[in-house]
């Protein structure tokens, strides 16, 4: 069936039931199916009476929230084929996506969205009308401008059309267009039916227990695949309950709430849930801070005995258990206290940090997919879990490695190829027909994928050796004094880097050493911060035993972090290197002047 096809199916089973949570002035107040449903239908509805006929395209420019859930529903009921855009995409960066997907209406969230998108009314010629979900008016200026009420108000009487449009409508078609996120080159759009991603839902639910009983929080991009299709379409598929989060800057309180029991997220998230464990106890009373630290270091000890297979000795399990009822036990209510896993995509995630998760009993496991392949082709699941890996292979995927080590799929979640570009297209695929992933891995002979690093970021020093920059970067992110790090390096004679620190631990480091410079732009010019760094960055190497050719020798310190709106990382936070590199070439350069 289609993807609406199950949707609506899922609505005939459960309708009366809760389906979503939204939050409002008054806190989280429940939708339920029969709600936002019918909603989508009279969207649908009203698309039709738009003329919109099966495979148009359009297009949602919006946050993640329950009105994208119910846009997107609407369009696919109508036949038609869903572009997803990413909220924070700039007009000069929406036209060529519009223009190129030829979509003829489009959905943005607000007054502001709306303000950036108005002028492609008239700049990109197949666009036809603008829906605003939340615009505080229904009055608009321009007729081609409707708010979401008047135009859900204009498809009630169209439901038998968008039912025989349903009932018309195969697996095999069109279902949405994603363009990539650029990390690597201009960004293609990648073709997805509806069976692609509907074997994916079922192939996820196959190794994971979830159901009627189970909340999601949903806080990545809708415009991304892990969340349409994990935190979306399976949450849907399996009955569970949706509620989004106020923002992505929100998701801690918005746990505290909504109390859920699966999340589907990011290593950055995980990343700054760390870091912010690790300032509260700085900023805390001697004793709770000692304790704390105490308890941080007896959960990494407790995590690489674990991760190891090792039995914990009676001495760590004792500790372990004092740990968890005085601290352990604290972090697990902050984040709801009833959180049975997190799902762990879009990047690879530190060991060092998964490791420290599950051992204060918050479970995360790490998959690995494209965008392109709907988008698991991996996943670590209950029972089937090894840290450092991204899981086995799922069972309706067949994955092989190439002579290069480059990762080759293929299985029904595979993409037909990119929208009008028949030659990205052909090259994506091998003569046999395995999509190129780009990414390095190797399969353990436990039956368990190990990434190594994407193909395109390999660094392949002046003496030809090799370096996998996502592993050393991981490594250096796990200090509390750096919050982003991004190797460089190519055809040079050492590996160097661009680090940015954590301004809070910088700030007290400062404080401490008695350091004059109160500003952060002052503090990475300064010769005992310089030494500082290049001495903590030593000692992690040292500690994990890297080889001297994948070791950072020098590195530029930064006075602020990588910014989505200088295009440096894509909305799920990961780093654009090229862009990154064209930036800060000149002092990356002078790193290599002899001196």
Request: glycine fraction near 8%.
């Amino acid at each position: 069936m289609t993807l609406a096809q199950m949707i609506r199916n899922r609505h005939r089973q459960w309708k009366d039931r809760t389906c979503m949570r939204v939050k409002g002035v008054d806190g989280y107040r429940d939708l339920s199916w029969d709600t936002f449903y019918g909603a989508a239908m009279d969207l649908s509805g009203a698309l039709v009476g738009r003329g919109v006929q099966p495979q148009d395209r359009v297009a949602i420019l919006g946050h993640t929230c329950a009105e994208w859930a119910m846009a997107d529903t609407a369009i696919l009921s109508a036949g038609a084929v869903c572009v997803p855009l990413y909220p924070a995409l700039t007009r000069t960066e929406l036209a060529p996506l519009l223009r190129g997907s030829g979509a003829r209406g489009l959905f943005v969230a607000d007054a502001e969205q709306l303000d950036r998108c108005l002028p492609l009314l008239d700049e990109v010629e197949s666009l036809e009308f603008v829906v605003v979900f939340h615009a505080g008016t229904e009055d608009f200026p321009d007729p081609r401008v409707v708010g979401l009420a008047t135009f859900r108000s204009a498809g009630g009487d169209r439901r038998q059309v968008v039912e025989e449009r349903l009932d018309g409508a195969h697996a095999d078609d069109l279902a949405t267009i994603i363009f990539t996120s650029g990390t690597t080159g201009e960004p293609k759009g990648v073709m997805l039916s509806h069976a692609n991603i509907l074997s994916n839902v079922e192939a996820s639910l196959a190794l994971f227990d979830i159901g009627p009983g189970d909340v999601c929080l949903a806080h990545l991009p809708l415009a991304h695949i892990l969340e349409r299709m994990a935190g979306y379409y399976l949450m849907l598929s399996a009955g569970a309950v949706i509620a989004y989060a106020e923002n992505i800057q929100t998701v801690a309180q918005d746990m505290g709430e909504v109390r859920p029991t699966i999340a589907v997220s990011v290593p950055r998230i995980f990343e700054k849930v760390y870091g912010g464990i690790q300032g509260k106890a700085a900023a805390a009373p001697a004793p709770v801070r000692a304790l704390t630290f105490w308890a941080l270091r007896v959960a990494r000890r407790v995590g690489e005995r674990e991760a190891a297979g090792r039995p914990l000795s009676a001495v760590l399990g004792l500790q372990r258990a004092v740990a968890d009822r005085l601290v352990y036990q604290k972090v697990r209510r902050k984040l709801g206290g009833r959180l049975r896993f997190f799902i762990s995509g879009g990047a690879p995630l530190a060991p060092e940090l998964a490791r420290f998760f599950n051992a204060i009993g918050v479970n995360i496991y790490e998959g690995y997919g494209l965008t392109e392949t709907s988008p698991v082709l991996a996943v670590n699941y209950p029972g089937h879990s090894r840290v450092g890996t991204v899981g086995p292979v799922l069972p309706n995927v067949e994955l092989r490695i190439g002579e290069d080590g480059e990762i080759l799929a293929k299985g029904p979640s595979v993409f037909r190829g990119y929208y009008e570009n028949e030659p990205a297209t052909r090259e994506a695929f091998t003569a046999d027909g395995y999509f190129r992933t780009g990414d390095i891995g190797e399969i353990t002979p436990e039956g368990f994928l190990r990434i190594t690093d994407r193909k395109k970021d390999l660094i392949v020093t002046a003496g030809g050796k090799k370096v996998a920059p996502q592993k050393v970067e991981n490594l250096l992110k796990m200090s509390k004094y750096i919050a982003e790090a991004m190797l460089y390096g190519d055809k040079k004679r050492f590996i160097s880097a661009l680090i940015v620190p954590d301004a809070e631990w910088l700030s007290r480091y400062a404080t401490l050493k008695q350091i004059p410079n109160p500003s952060l732009q002052e503090l990475v010019r300064d010769e005992g911060v310089q030494d500082f760094y290049s001495r903590l960055i030593a000692d992690l190497q040292n500690k994990a035993e890297l080889a001297s050719y994948e070791s950072v020798k020098r590195f530029v310190l930064l006075d602020h972090e990588f910014s989505s709106e200088q295009g440096e990382v894509t909305p799920t936070l990961k780093i654009r290197r090229k862009n990154i590199t064209e930036r800060y070439q000149a002092q990356l350069e002078a790193l290599y002047r002899e001196d």
